[in-house]
């Protein structure tokens, strides 16, 4: 049985007030049902961008309440499946992204989506790499908005978490109260212009139980690599925490020294920018999985 969850039932902020939308055994599916990061407030080209209610930015659909979880433990989230409608919406403007200083006003375009691609342009169509923007959980102490990355997830932008990905999410509150949403049909590393190709849709999540992993950040793992994903005020600070929480992992599950595994990121890990519009800038620590093997690491 696959439980669901509509987009009625969304958030605006992660927090451990919230009450959850559904109650979901560790080791079991859900589907959401979400909106795109604009809450499907632009759907034509006409849309008059200046009523769009900036209030309504970045909806999660849940929380889900995962039974059993406790703080120190990880929900296992697995991408079972991306499901896309057939539009993408992009947005920027005066202040908005890397080129906002450079812009006056609001610019939006309507992407259709046709045979696997998001038309840009009577000249360009990117092929669709559907993704999800914010996945999270409820911190500890606060609430968080669903635009703000940090180390509860939330809007990590990161474009690693395609199908069959695995997010690891630290429990910081009982029943973790996970949401996700904001999906992107393709998106660029650094998200400049503060927008992806933003589509609505349906994310199919399996999600398990680790207990007392206790992780400081969230990490994603595919079939090759394994990241640490770290976010702060400071794009080198988002990417110092990313490496340094990298090797304090791999040493406690390796014993290895800092010298070497300083030495095996430099020569076969990479580090990658995930966004760098949000109010705190997303970065990640990427290492290969067979290094990893090599030296018998496992996560737990």
């Known amino acids: 049985m696959i439980h669901f969850v509509s987009k009625d039932h969304h958030i605006f902020k992660f927090s451990a007030k919230k009450d959850p939308a559904l109650t979901l055994n560790p080791g079991k599916s859900v589907r959401l049902e979400t909106m795109d990061c604009f809450s499907d407030q632009i759907q034509k080209p006409e849309d008059r961008l200046e009523e769009v209610d900036w209030d309504k930015i970045n909806p999660a659909t849940g929380p889900v309440y995962i039974a059993g979880s406790k703080k120190g433990d990880a929900l296992k989230v697995t991408v079972e499946e991306i499901k896309i409608n057939d539009q993408a919406v992009m947005l920027t403007g005066k202040d908005l992204g890397v080129l906002g200083h450079k812009l006056e006003g609001f610019h939006s375009k ?108 969230p990490l994603v793992e595919n079939e090759q690599n394994l990241a640490v994903i770290y976010s702060h005020k400071s794009l080198d600070e988002a990417v110092t925490g990313a490496v340094e929480i990298m090797e304090e992992l791999i040493k406690g599950k390796t014993g290895l020294s800092t010298a070497e595994i300083a030495m095996l990121l430099s020569a076969g890990g990479q580090v990658s920018i995930s966004q760098v519009v949000d109010p705190l800038k997303t970065a990640r620590c990427e290492i290969p999985k067979w290094i990893l093997d090599n030296y018998g690491f496992s996560l737990y």
């Open 110 to 217: 309507v992407l259709p989506i046709k045979g696997g691609k998001a038309v840009f342009d009577d000249k360009t169509a990117f092929a669709i790499d559907p993704m999800i923007g914010v996945i999270g959980v409820a911190p500890e102490d606060k609430e968080i908005n669903c635009g703000t990355p940090d180390v509860h997830g939330g809007n990590m932008d990161t474009s690693l978490i395609r199908e069959n990905a695995v997010v690891y999410l630290p429990v910081w509150v009982e029943g973790g109260l996970l949401a996700a949403g904001d999906l992107h049909a393709v998106m660029g590393d650094g998200e400049v212009c503060v927008s992806g190709a933003e589509v609505s849709g349906e994310i199919q999540l399996n999600v398990a139980l680790v207990k007392e992993l206790n992780l400081p950040t």
